[in-house]
């Protein structure tokens, strides 16, 4: 089974500038979330999707984030304008829903100079 | 409060040691408990879910006391490639719905 595919792997860019990331879930999960990881914390919840429709967004800073999940199936994250707190690890995650465990993608490492 | 707390670690133990490590949760209205593994530069990756009963994978313990709203999990015979950050993770119900809340991550070392 395929696991959860993100893209790019890497991203610099400058402060102001605008950045976007992609994930696929596994095939068949309809519950889709981005999380965002600062060194040495855990993971933050951004966004939750189920299918199509957002579930929690409540720590989206929602002035310069956005996501969408438009046919419930892939997603994208954009930031924009970046700022320099926003240098962190952007994590995909899909689960069965329920109860079920999450699996993560690779994740993408946003370095903002 | 923090909502999901974890032994501030970092723990340095031996190769063959037993370590634990502890969780602390808030939500009383929880209902599911996982532990994962975040190796460095890496995605976590889950270890094991935790059950009520209690349950053991290999040299991997897990527990689950409601009443004190604690997790832990015990590695026996600890390897060098267990080195790593262990991230307590609690499924909670809140207004939104289920929320997947993960600990701060509790980092090992094993030592030759």
Not at chain 1, 76 to 92: F, G, H, M, N, R
Not at chain 2, 19 to 42: G, L
Request: proline letters at 5%.
């Amino acid at each position: 089974e395929a696991g959860v595919a993100q893209s790019p792997r890497y991203k610099i860019i400058e402060k102001r500038q605008s950045v976007a990331f992609w994930c696929n879930p596994i095939s068949g999960h309809a519950t889709l979330y981005w999380y965002q990881q600062i060194l040495g914390q855990g993971p933050k919840l951004l966004i939750q999707f189920q299918n199509n429709g957002v579930v929690d967004d409540s720590q989206l800073p929602k002035d310069r984030f956005s996501a969408e999940r438009l046919k419930g199936v892939d997603s994208t994250l954009k930031i924009q304008p970046a700022k320099l707190e926003d240098s962190a690890v952007y994590l995909c995650a899909s689960s069965d829903g329920g109860n079920q465990p999450q699996h993560f993608g690779d994740g993408t490492r946003l370095s903002i100079l | 409060r923090k909502e999901v707390e974890q032994d501030p670690g970092p723990f340095n133990v031996p190769e063959g040691a037993t370590v634990a490590f502890n969780c602390t949760y808030s939500n009383s209205a929880s209902q599911s408990f996982f532990w994962y593994r975040q190796d460095c530069r890496k995605e976590p990756k889950l270890l094991m879910s935790v059950y009520s009963s209690g349950n053991e994978d290999g040299r991997f313990t897990a527990q689950l006391n409601r009443a004190s709203q604690y997790i832990s999990l015990l590695i026996r015979d600890s390897k060098l490639s267990d080195s790593a950050t262990y991230l307590c993770v609690v499924n909670m119900r809140d207004n939104y719905g289920q929320n997947f809340v993960f600990g701060p991550g509790t980092r090992l070392s094993v030592l030759p």
